[in-house]
Each structure stands twice: as structure tokens, then as C-alpha cells.
């Protein structure tokens, strides 16, 4: 079992930036493939990034490519998303996942979520 706690969101404006922080703790942190999603009002749940926790490689949705980043500190079993020239689009419940498949958009394939946290873009 993996437990994930989600932190950082808040209200920006349009063009700040803002930093998820993702905890992780239960089971060994490595091996798996961390993901960030979210979910709109009204929206399905969309892709975000993802990344190994014991490589480098990663992976982005075409909408936050070049925005934002995805980046881990195993010493801490955290995971971030760095959110910078933050749009109102943005603006959503950002969640956090864990599962063992390879770099995968599809949130099947995720066993393991947390509550959100959520990121207000607004001026």
C-alpha cells in the first residue's frame, strides 16, 4: 500500500508559478511511476506528467509542456510539479498517482491516488 498527500496549491495570477509537493510513504518508493493529473469542474480527469522514481525519463501533456515540471527527491519519497506561467486553464484539483507502468497517461494503470490539492488561476 502507497499513501499519497498532496500539498502547495493555492490562488495565483496568471503567469505566476506555484510548486505541488507529493508525499509518499507505506511501501518502498522506488520502482514505481509517479503521475500528477487534474480534474476540472465538469472535466474528466487529465494528464499531466509523469516520471520514474529511479530514472530520469519523463513524460508531458502537450498543454504543460515547457511550463511545467516534474521532479523527485527519493531521499524523501516526494515527488514536485514545478507550475510556471500559470494560465486560468490551469486552474483545477491537481492529484497526485503511484503505479508500475511505464511512463503511462492512462489513469488505469495508477493503483494508488490522493486527495488533490487544488490550484486556483485567477487575477
Known amino acids: 500500500q502507497v499513501h499519497l498527500v498532496e500539498s502547495g496549491g493555492g490562488l495565483v495570477q496568471p503567469g505566476g508559478s506555484l510548486r505541488l509537493s507529493c508525499a509518499a510513504s507505506?511501501?518502498?518508493?522506488?520502482?514505481?511511476?509517479m503521475a500528477w493529473y487534474r480534474q476540472a469542474p465538469g472535466k474528466e480527469r487529465e494528464f499531466v506528467a509523469t516520471?520514474?522514481?529511479?530514472?530520469?525519463?519523463?513524460r508531458y501533456a502537450s498543454s504543460v509542456k515547457g511550463r511545467f515540471t516534474i521532479s523527485k527527491d527519493s531521499a524523501k519519497n516526494t515527488v514536485y510539479l514545478q507550475m510556471n506561467s500559470l494560465k486560468p486553464e490551469d486552474t483545477a484539483n491537481y492529484y497526485c498517482a503511484a503505479g508500475a507502468r511505464y511512463l503511462t497517461d492512462d489513469p488505469g494503470d495508477y493503483a494508488y491516488w490522493g486527495q488533490g490539492t487544488q490550484v486556483n488561476v485567477s487575477s
Open positions: 516520471s520514474s522514481v529511479s530514472s530520469d525519463t519523463t
Open positions: 507505506g511501501r518502498t518508493f522506488s520502482g514505481y511511476y
